[in-house]
């Protein structure tokens, strides 16, 4: 699994773009990120469609909440989901 987040260090307040490669990814006809903030109870969640970017992945643009902890799952809509990701968000 590759995931890039642009920028590098999600910051609270701005526009977050999530780039998904991946075996779901790979076989999928549409992809979703699934998503919510905080350590062990995930808050303000989400579940979002992508957009196939060719030869890159999917795609989508997020904006960023003041929490301490985004996490990002990856899905195919058919039952097929990819490991958590979890990064840490830079709050002003």
């Keep these: 699994m590759d995931i890039k987040l642009y920028p590098a260090i999600p910051e609270?307040?701005?526009p977050l773009?999530?780039?998904?490669q991946g075996r779901v990814g790979d076989q999928a006809?549409?992809?979703r990120v699934h998503g919510g903030y905080g350590?062990?109870?995930w808050?303000?969640?989400f579940d979002l469609p992508m957009h196939l970017w060719p030869d890159h992945g999917w795609t989508v643009n997020i904006a960023v909440l003041p929490q301490k902890l985004?996490?990002?799952t990856f899905h195919?809509?058919?039952g097929n989901w990819?490991?958590?990701?979890q990064v840490e968000i830079d709050a002003p």
Excluded: C, P
Excluded at 17 to 20: D, F, K, L
Excluded at 82 to 85: I, L
């Design 82 to 85: 990819e490991v958590n990701f």
């Design 12 to 14: 609270a307040y701005l």
């Design 76 to 78: 195919d809509g058919k």
């Design 17 to 20: 773009t999530i780039v998904y």
């Design 43 to 45: 808050e303000e969640v």
């Design 39 to 41: 350590s062990t109870n």
């Design 70 to 72: 985004l996490n990002l």
């Design 29 to 31: 006809d549409l992809m």
